[in-house]
């Protein structure tokens, strides 16, 4: 089975950290851009921040730049979305995805989303004060 699923979501106020994990089981990351995708209730999806296979390259919207940050690690099969200095409008359900697309960029990734991939069922991420 191709398997992702997250965790670490949860409730925080304003100015709050929270890390987010998407472990992958059924297949190997390593070898896929990963991303990081939200939605909230009435809004768009939003492409926040993708990796590349490697880790090397890196994508963030404008909205999350500066206070998010994306790392892998291939050998746990997990990558990870480190979310500092959160506000209310980060407010949403996170969604890890794999992109499965012969040829991406971690841009491409983010911004289109994967037309061909495997996602997880989302973790809720809520900031309140």
């Known amino acids: 089975q191709v398997q992702i699923v997250e965790s670490g979501g949860g409730s925080v106020q304003p100015g709050e950290s929270l890390r987010l994990s998407c472990v992958a089981s059924g297949f190997t990351l390593d070898v896929y851009a990963i991303g990081w995708f939200r939605q909230a209730p009435g809004k768009e999806r939003e492409g926040v921040s993708c990796?590349?296979?490697?880790?090397?390259?890196?994508y963030y919207s404008d909205s999350v730049k500066g206070r998010f940050t994306i790392s892998r690690d291939n050998a746990k099969n997990t990558v990870y979305l480190q979310m500092n200095s959160l506000k209310p409008e980060d407010t949403a359900v996170y969604y890890c995805?794999?992109?499965?697309?012969?040829?991406?960029?971690?841009?491409?990734?983010?911004?289109?989303?994967?037309?061909?991939?495997?996602w997880g069922q989302g973790t809720q991420v809520t900031v309140s004060s």
């Open positions: 990796i590349s296979s490697s880790g090397g390259i890196t």
């Open positions: 995805a794999a992109d499965f697309s012969p040829s991406t960029t971690a841009q491409a990734t983010c911004v289109r989303g994967p037309s061909l991939g495997s």
